[in-house]
């Protein structure tokens, strides 16, 4: 009898969890792809209904030419900005990692006390300005790629501790005997085993960049160096909004993100978890 209650309460509960995500996750981006398809009249009323008429075609054309191909600028921004800063965070982020893991001292206790600071602090907005500004980078690619990467290196670094924690000394030592340098030991040794939290860090820190929106609002401005996050202004106005050609934007920018997500789940939390016991 217990057996079977267990079984029916795993059953339910997970009965439970379904529904749950359903509502969550599931309803909202139906709402967004019906409102996608729809015209501007019947999409300006906002409701959770099956179209009258699909322009599904016709929305995703009008996106797409809007402003000069806007959106197709926006992508190749989001996507050098994002292979630019992640590329940076998985080299420093296991460089820094691997140090404080393997040589404990007392500066590196304090480095590691700034990475602690690094995700507490909220970053100051107007002081990063100025200093874009007095280095020239301020409104440029490079510039934005640099922000990414000092905002999320404090959690590459940790994230790369935590892994490296779990990987033997024994094999740094091995390598030293066998006449291999520093570099060598972890480029040719170790950074070859990081590759589940290379991908977890790889996903993540994506997503996170391509789907940012405030950062690039801050020190990205102008229309060359539009984002996919901020073509969303496109249909949007003080006395006036496209809501059908709103929703087919969103759409068409949370798609790449959300099919990332889906393949590497696993990967994901695998990576998360590979130094929690050690780490």
């Not at 800063?85 to 700034?114: D, E």
Request: charge should be positive; proline fraction near 5%; aromatic fraction near 12%.
């Amino acid at each position: 009898m217990s057996l079977r209650r267990t079984a029916a309460t795993r059953r339910n509960t997970g009965l439970l969890a379904l529904a749950v995500a359903t509502v969550v996750f599931i309803l909202p981006f139906l709402f967004i792809f019906l409102t996608a398809v729809k015209t501007k009249q019947e999409a300006a009323l906002l409701l959770f209904t099956w179209p009258e008429q699909w322009q599904l075609w016709q929305n995703l054309v009008d996106v797409v030419k809007t402003r000069n191909y806007m959106l197709l600028l926006a992508y190749f921004n989001s996507t050098v900005i994002t292979a630019g800063a992640v590329a940076l965070l998985v080299i420093f982020g296991a460089m820094v990692g691997y140090v404080l893991q393997r040589r404990p001292s007392g500066w590196n206790r304090l480095i590691y006390a700034c990475v602690l600071i690094g995700l507490m602090v909220p970053p100051a907005v107007v002081p990063t300005i100025w200093v874009l500004q007095g280095l020239n980078l301020f409104k440029t690619i490079h510039g934005m790629i640099l922000i990414q990467v000092a905002y999320g290196l404090a959690f590459s670094v940790l994230l790369y501790r935590g892994f490296i924690s779990t990987i033997p000394r024994d094999l740094d030592e091995a390598a030293v005997i066998d006449g291999a340098k520093p570099w060598q030991v972890f480029f040719k040794v170790i950074l070859p085993l990081l590759k589940p939290v290379t991908v977890t860090l790889v996903v993540v820190q994506s997503i996170a960049i391509f789907n940012d929106f405030t950062n690039p609002l801050y020190y990205l401005p102008g229309k060359d160096n539009v984002t996919v996050q901020l073509t969303l202004f496109n249909f949007q106005s003080q006395f006036q909004s496209q809501f059908n050609l709103l929703f087919m934007n969103i759409l068409l920018v949370t798609i790449p993100p959300l099919l990332v997500f889906v393949f590497f789940n696993r990967q994901i939390v695998a990576g998360m978890t590979a130094g929690a016991v050690k780490g």
